[in-house]
T-cell receptor, first 110, second 116 residues
Framework: RKEVEQDPGPFNVPEGATVAFNCTYS??????FFWYRQDCRKEPKLLMS???SGNEDGRFTAQLNRASQYISLLIRDSKLSDSATYLC???????????FGTGTRLKVLA | GAVVSQHPSWVICKSGTSVKIECRSL??????MFWYRQFPKQSLMLMAT?????????EQGVEKDKFLINHASLTLSTLTVTSAHPEDSSFYIC????????????FGDGTRLSIL
């Protein structure tokens, strides 16, 4: 079993739609979580950190469920520019070591 | 603006050539940097952890003699792909944590390596 698992998609959604991605992690020692966005042939860019209490940044909401060991990303009012691959990342406590999920591809259609 | 700079962005060279990729932290010190490799339509795979002033820590299955890492200063780590072959063609990306453990990392622009 992979340490961090994501549905690879693609998720094809119309503009304005709300879309949600889940990511599961297997190691309960994972302490910190992040969502990154990666455009084709580009480097990952930090989208948001994920806090235990859940957090929101504009149209994006991230949540963490430690009991079930998953994190989620909700995108409201999807824009064409949201089309990208979204990477879920976990970080073990006290380390710098990132564990990446395989990414979920999102295509927002006009 | 960018906080991690990576150079070169694109390299095309013949089989057997050694290629050096630089990763610099801009305006901050990075005692630890990371090197990843990403094949098409796959996720980033950690190759090694670069430690300033000491040996790099390689992930299982990564040949340390093939992928030489040097972290001689607090702002620069280099990855040298020695005697590169076509199967080494990939997207190589470095990263560094800006504020320490448990904090987000920032990535360089990546280096697309193509070995003919």
């Amino acid at each position: 079993r992979k340490e961090v698992e994501q549905d690879p998609g693609p998720f094809n959604v119309p503009e304005g739609a709300t879309v949600a991605f889940n990511c599961t992690y297997s190691n309960s020692a994972s302490q910190s979580f992040f969502w990154y966005r990666q455009d084709c042939r580009k480097e990952p860019k930090l989208l948001m950190s994920v806090y235990s209490s859940g957090n929101e940044d504009g149209r994006f909401t991230a949540q963490l469920n430690r009991a079930s060991q998953y994190i989620s990303l909700l995108i409201r009012d999807s824009k064409l520019s949201d089309s990208a691959t979204y990477l879920c990342v976990s970080l073990f406590s006290g380390t710098y070591k990132y564990i990446f999920g395989t990414g979920t591809r999102l295509k927002v259609l006009a | 603006g960018a906080v991690v700079s990576q150079h070169p962005s694109w390299v095309i060279c013949k089989s057997g050539t050694s290629v050096k990729i630089e990763c610099r932290s801009l305006d901050f010190q990075a005692t630890t940097m990371f090197w990843y490799r990403q094949f098409p339509k796959q996720s980033l795979m950690l190759m090694a952890t670069s430690n300033e002033g000491s040996k790099a820590t390689y992930e299982q299955g990564v040949e340390k003699d093939k992928f030489l890492i040097n972290h001689a200063s607090l702002t620069l780590s280099t990855l040298t792909v020695t005697s590169a072959h076509p199967e080494d063609s990939s997207f190589y990306i470095c990263s560094a944590p800006l504020h320490g453990r448990n904090q987000p990392q920032h990535f360089g622009d990546g280096t697309r390596l193509s070995i003919l």
